[in-house]
């Protein structure tokens, strides 16, 4: 994939520019006019196109305007040929002939194509000539072999060319007036169709294209030509008759072949009575009512009649050559709200969540093999308004729908899989067999949603913050019965995060079902034997259940777990316990003395792994020259009779690389919404690809250097020593800064264990002697400093839906407000942070702006967190940019947990991080195990658009403290 120099091209003029296959991830394009533009095959995830114009530069409108002056023409001259061929069929070759049944024949079918085509459409229209064509070219085929003309063919096309006078005058007979009558039948119906499809898609072309001004005179045209040209053939047409009527009588002599020029003299010398002038009259109101249908039919066609659909399609296909193209281009997260579309090529483009709101034009774009096809989905896609509507089985994957109104929508079977209904009101609406997996529907508002029993979710499903009082299983009540299995039952409401964690538990669980009770022993034997096949699996033991004549005991497992693997070891290991221990089924116990025999074996089952740390002290030493590196390993916070010593070599490669990646990263974020991303001056181009080539550089470098030679010792011990199955904690204590921007989590080693995450620490901790008041729910004094082009309104909301939390919000505050709050004698838990932030190179300090004009470093603030510290303070987190000097800082004071970010942070990294980890640590999660799952958030999430974007998140530990728990913080213990 080629790479393009970044530049901003808001508002420029792109005019047939060629775009095709480049990386413009994250590019703005808003304001800017992009007609003509080819973006085939380029990568446009996030790019910015609000408010530009798409569509056709001006050599292809040019183009369309030649197209639609010759449809208007071709349109005008077919209703011509279709009176013509009307009322030549008056001529009778005898005056007993056929006489105006082949008229009245002509009118009918017609009448009948044209109400075809009006009630049905054209589509249906065309089937039936279709059908037509297949019974009379047959039928002209065997009429033609009874006729006396040596060459009949030529003799009817010869009528259909110059009229019913060549026969009235040729002598044929009575044979050939049939076939005369189909051909000339066939030339009045296939020039009507002409007429009707020609003009509605020239309207549609000049309306759509060029506008109302140039469909005006294409209108004009179809109707100058068709009735300027009727009156002359059909006054012409009719003086022939009364000629060929003073033939036939015998009252002029046809001698020699000369009738042509006694017919021209007639022409020019016979006077019009009253009926011819009727005629004339008709001929061309039937003319001109041709051109009228087409016009009715092109404002059917504008309206995306159904009925009219091939028109419309005809006229998007030719519309959109030369247009702008995104034919197979990325387009996830990309914004066109507000952008003019028409005329524009979305074929085969990845439309994954892209932003459509009160996009123009949209249903005059191509946008074939894509979930814009339905009209019904591109309407609400524009429009975010769903109200009562049905979308009953349509295809909405990835659609974005934030902040749609979707209440009392019918939505059974329709697939939401990927979409983002964040903030959505789906209140009351029906979710009966929907699929909805990776489906986020953060914030959304599902109160009386029905049919929940039957929708596919699964642990990719976001159900953050849902505000729900409560919703129904089923769709339509049982039979018999007004019972729709209302949750919660009865007239209670789920409080504050109940709804997700509710659902969460349907889907990360594994269910075992014990149906006549549970040997205990054979149990305890199995869920171990499960834990040791499956090291990287953190099992826990939700909730032990009593159900009718079995024991259900709930197992909490990780969101991409394999639970029918999970279960399918669990049943095996216990019957093999079973049998080693020789007992059958047990049988159950009375419900009084089984409840109280659960809890116990509830207490000795239900508690958390074993918790490891690993301590790496590299104390002396650089990656110049090298470091002697001693490790201490200490579990269930016991310091064990093991120290363990190595060394590790130079490895100076290691900080170029990242030099590199860090300069990169940088640059790929600079067009994103970030917290004060800033580039060296003179680099402006870096792709994706780029990007992570030096980010695997990096890991590479990081795992060649800790699977050295000199550090084989270390390693094997920490092999030896740990368990698998345990909480690993690996705190590197150093005071390299370079040391400390490293992706140590990276290392190979840690895959083996279950669920490792890394911190840094300084040599030095202490223990702060505190005094807490008592306190129910966790107290948060969230600081919401400088927002200057970032959205930390977000941050906000993610704090208030925290339930159990009390948050304090400090907008912008002054110097004193902040040190006034942070000295609250009542104390804080968590003190978060979300704005502008820097450190410097060296990583020694760091500055927080606390509003658009001030900003304080962490000395200014120091003796105000000492005394935070003292009332209770346990965890700081800066989600804000650039925060290892910031963390430094704060670790000399001895704050317990710090969170920081080692890089520039862009806006929804920074937020996604803050909502994954908080609802991890609120959900019961360490804090160690929440950052982790937090950071492979990131890692799925985001490393396919910036690598190592998982590496920004970064703990500080005081290595004097525990890491406290949510509910150790509610019970500050």
Known sequence: MSSLTFQNFRGQNLQGCSFKGLDLTNTDFSNADIRGADFTNAILDEANFNHAQCGLARKSQIKIFIIVALLSAISGIAAVIAVDNTFKSLIPKTTEHIGFLPTAIILFVNAILLTTMIRQGIQKALDYLGIAAAVFVPLIGFLSAFSNDKHPILSWLRSFRTGALMSALSGETKANDIPFLIVTLTAAVVATTIAIVALPLALTLAEVVLGRAIAALALFEALAISAIATGIIARNSLRYLKASVLIQAGVVDNTNNKCYDFLNNCVKNFPDPPVVILAIAGAVILAVALVLLGTHIAQRVLAEDDKYAVIRQLAIVIGAAGGTSFCGAQLANTNFSYATLKNSDFRFATIHRTMWHHARFLDWAIVDETILINPAVRELLVTSNGYHKSYQGMDLRGANLIGADLSYAQLQTADLSQATLEAANLEYAIFSQVQAIGTDFSNAKMT???????????????????????????????????????????????????????????????????????????????FQQVQRKNPGIKLNIQSIENKGNGIVIKLAVPPETDKAQINNDFNSFYQEALQVLG?????????????????????????????????????????????????????????????????????????????????????????????????????????????????????????????????????QGLQDKLNSTDEVRVIIQTEDNLLRKLPWHQWKFFNAYCQPEVALSRKESNRVKKSVRPRKKVRILAILGDSTEINVDKDRQILENLSEAETIFLVEPNYQKLKEYLTDEIGWDILCFSGHSQSEVDGSTGVICINKTDKLTVEQLKDSLKIAIKHGLEIAIFNSCDGLGLGKQLADLDIPQIIVMREPVPDLIAQEFLKVFLKAFAGGNSFYVSVREAREKLKQRWDREIPGASWLPVIYQNQAEFPKTWRGLQGNT
């Not at 929708?455 to 499903?461: M, V």
């Not at 109940?498 to 269910?511: L, P, S």
């Not at 790929?668 to 992570?692: D, F, M, V, W, Y």
Request: aromatic letters at 10%.
């Open 583 to 715: 007992t059958e089924a047990p049988a159950l116990q009375n419900s009084a003395e089984q409840r109280k025999y659960l809890l116990s074996v509830m207490e000795d089952i239900v508690r958390p792994l074993s918790e490891q740390v690993v301590i790496l002290n590299l104390a002396s030493g650089d990656l110049k020259q090298g470091f002697d590196v001693t490790v201490e390993i200490l579990c269930d916070r016991q310091r064990l009779a093991i120290k363990l010593e190595g060394k590790l070599p130079p490895q100076p490669i290691i900080f170029q690389h990242y030099q590199q990646w860090q300069e990169m990263y940088n640059i790929q974020n600079h067009r994103r919404k970030n917290r004060a991303i800033k580039i060296k001056p003179g680099i402006t181009h870096c792709s994706i690809q780029e990007l992570k080539t030096l980010a695997e550089e990096v890991e590479i470098d990081v795992n060649k250097w800790l699977e050295s030679e000199q550090f084989f010792s270390i390693k």
């Open 448 to 526: 009386g949603v029905c049919g929940l029993g039957t929708w596919n979710i699964d642990s990719t499903t976001q159900l953050e913050w849902v505000d729900c009082k409560y919703v129904y299983l089923l769709e339509e009540p049982k039979p018999g019965t007004d019972d729709r299995e209302r949750r919660p039952s009865g007239n209670d409401n789920y409080q504050p995060g109940e709804f997700t964690t509710f659902f969460a538990e349907v889907v990360n669980t594994v269910d075992l079902i014990f149906k006549y009770g549970v040997d205990w022993k054979a149990f305890m034997e199995s």
